[in-house]
């Protein structure tokens, strides 16, 4: 048995999955999480860009969502590992999953490059916006709507059997 068909045996998938309300409310958590979560990242891109915002310092835009990113960053991870867990089966096979895993990845690696030269001291960017911050913005908000339309492709079920 591969492990995607373990987990698809669980008591907690079966529930999830089969349950009359557990899928469609855990799916609605995620779905809100995301809005959250996302307006938050558009928010901070887009004062990374100098797009918006401008008149609030960056460093206080980034203090100040930081612990609303971090709310809606752990309930979209939870609610999206249940609904992974409820049907794992489906989701090894489907190429929009991969896709979204790819973004994700992706993401990481964005976040980890401009950690130190604009997330970690943004007080340095109240002066003026650097060539490093406007990619930082620019590459984030390319990665997180690639990772959100991925997310949403998954319910058209293109797999790689067909």
């Known amino acids: 048995m591969s492990i995607p068909e373990w987990i698809e045996g669980t008591r907690i998938s079966v529930a999830i999955r089969e349950g009359a309300f557990a899928y469609p409310i855990i799916g609605g958590i995620h779905l809100l999480a995301i809005a959250l979560f996302g307006g938050m990242i558009l928010a901070t891109d887009l004062r990374l860009l100098g797009w918006a915002l401008r008149r609030q310092p960056v460093s206080a835009l980034i203090r100040d969502l930081r612990k609303w990113k971090w709310l809606g960053g752990v309930v979209v991870?939870?609610?999206?590992?249940?609904?992974?867990?409820?049907?794992?089966v489906r989701l090894y096979r489907n190429f929009a999953f991969w896709m979204k895993m790819i973004f994700f990845a992706l993401v990481g690696v964005q976040a980890a490059l401009f950690r130190r030269g604009v997330y970690r001291y943004p007080e340095k960017l109240d002066v003026a916006l650097t060539p490093q911050a406007r990619l930082a913005g620019a590459l984030s908000l390319v990665l997180w709507t690639g990772l959100i339309v991925s997310g949403r492709f998954i319910a058209f079920d293109v797999s790689f059997e067909e």
């Open 77 to 88: 991870a939870v609610t999206g590992l249940l609904l992974a867990w409820a049907e794992p």
